[in-house]
C-alpha cells in the first residue's frame, strides 16, 4: 500500500475518531436540560440528538473552511498530514481525559488548540497564522460571555411574563417547549461541531497536494455527519449529571431559556464561519439562567472548576500535540 495513502487514511480514521469522541462528549450540551427535567427520555432525547447532529452538520460548510486554513496553511507546510495525526491524538486524548472525570471541557479548544501546538511543533511559531488563530480564539472567548448575558436576558424576560402564573402550569407548558429547543439545540451543535472534524480532513487533503481549495469534498460531510450522529447516540451521561443538576436545580423554564439562548449563539457563529465551544455556550447559557433566577443558588464553585477547565484547555493540548509531532518526527520522518 502506497505510504502516503496509508498516512491520509489514519488521518481520517483519526478526524472521524475525533468527531465521535465530540459527539458523545457534547450530547450533554443538546440534551442535559431536557433530560434532568424529563422533558423527553435520555432514549428519546439520545434519538433527538442523534437525528438533529446529523441533519446539522450537512447543513453548512464555512466553519470546516476556517479550520481547515485559518491556523495555519497547509499548503506551505512540510509534513501536514503528520501534523494533523499528532493534533488529533492529543486533541482525542484530552477529550477522553476530561469525559473520564465528568467534566464540560471543550471539544474545539482542544481541537484548535492541538493544531496550533503542532503545527508550533513542526515549524515553529512562523507556521501559525497570527491573525487567523487570534480571531478563533476572540470567538471562543466572547461566545460564552455573550450566551451568558442572553441567557440572563432571556430568563429575566420570562420570569416578568410568568410572574403571575401557576408555576406548575409554566413548567407543564415549557417542558413542552423544551423538545423544540433541544432540537434547535442538537441541530445547531452538528452546524458547528461537526465541521471541526471536516475542517482537519480538508487541511490534510491540502496538505498531501490532493486538492488545491478548502472545499469540504461529499464523503468528508457524509462521513463526519455519520461519525457525529453515531458518537452522539452512546451519550456522555457523567457530563449530562454535571450539567443537568449539579450547577443548579433545572425546571423546564430554566432548560428552555438556556437551550432557546444557546442554540442562537451556536448558530449566529456558523453563520458568520466562527468555530465556538458548544459546551462553553451551553454551560456559560445555563448560568446566566441561573443567576437571573436567583443568583445565590447557582453553585459558583463547581462553574469556577469548569472554567478553570476551559482556561488550561488550549495551553496544554497545545504542549501535548507538539510533545506528539516531535515524538512522530522522532520515531517516523
Avoid: Y
Avoid at 498516512?7 to 450540551?29: Q, S
Avoid at 420570562?158 to 406548575?168: E, G, M, Q
Avoid at 463526519?224 to 436545580?249: C, H, N, P, R
Wanted: a positive charge; proline letters at 3%; aromatic letters at 10%.
Amino acid at each position: 500500500m502506497d505510504t502516503a495513502f496509508l498516512i491520509l487514511c489514519i488521518v481520517v480514521f483519526l478526524a472521524l475518531a475525533f468527531d465521535f469522541i465530540n459527539g458523545f462528549h457534547d450530547t450533554a450540551n443538546a440534551i442535559a436540560t431536557s433530560v434532568s427535567t424529563r422533558a423527553l427520555s435520555p432514549r428519546m432525547a439520545i434519538i433527538l440528538a442523534s437525528s438533529m447532529n446529523f441533519i446539522g452538520a450537512l447543513t453548512f460548510t464555512g466553519v470546516a473552511k476556517t479550520i481547515g486554513g485559518s491556523v495555519a496553511d497547509p499548503a506551505t507546510l512540510a509534513h501536514g498530514e503528520q501534523i494533523v495525526i499528532a493534533a488529533l491524538l492529543a486533541a482525542i486524548a484530552w477529550n477522553l481525559i476530561t469525559w473520564w472525570f465528568g467534566i464540560p471541557s471543550s471539544s474545539s479548544h482542544a481541537l484548535i488548540g492541538s493544531l496550533a501546538g503542532a503545527v508550533i511543533g513542526a515549524a515553529g511559531f512562523a507556521g501559525i497564522n497570527g491573525s487567523g488563530f487570534s480571531s478563533i480564539v476572540k470567538g471562543l472567548i466572547f461566545s460564552p460571555l455573550i450566551a451568558f448575558s442572553l441567557g440572563f436576558l432571556l430568563m429575566w424576560l420570562l420570569k416578568r411574563i410568568f410572574a403571575n402564573r401557576s408555576p406548575h402550569q409554566v413548567n407543564k407548558g415549557f417542558r413542552t417547549s423544551q423538545i423544540f429547543t433541544a432540537a434547535f439545540q442538537a441541530f445547531t451543535h452538528g452546524t458547528n461541531d461537526a465541521q471541526k472534524a471536516m475542517g482537519i480532513i480538508t487541511f490534510a487533503l491540502v496538505a498531501a497536494g490532493i486538492q488545491d481549495n478548502l472545499d469540504v469534498p461529499l464523503w468528508v460531510k457524509i462521513s463526519a455527519a455519520t461519525a457525529m450522529a453515531l458518537g452522539t447516540s452512546v451519550g456522555g451521561w457523567k457530563i449530562i449529571k454535571t450539567m443537568g443538576t449539579k450547577i443548579f436545580k433545572i425546571e423546564p423554564i430554566n432548560g428552555f431559556a438556556a437551550d432557546a439562548a444557546s442554540a442562537a449563539v451556536i448558530l449566529a457563529a456558523t453563520l458568520t464561519h466562527f468555530p465556538v465551544s458548544t459546551t462553553h455556550t451551553i454551560t456559560s447559557s445555563i448560568l446566566g439562567v441561573g443567576s437571573a433566577k436567583r443568583f445565590a443558588n447557582v453553585k459558583w464553585s463547581l462553574a469556577g472548576r469548569i472554567v478553570m477547565a476551559w482556561i488550561i484547555t488550549i495551553p496544554i493540548t497545545m504542549l501535548m500535540a507538539a510533545l506528539t509531532f516531535l515524538l512522530i518526527e522522532w520515531i517516523w520522518l
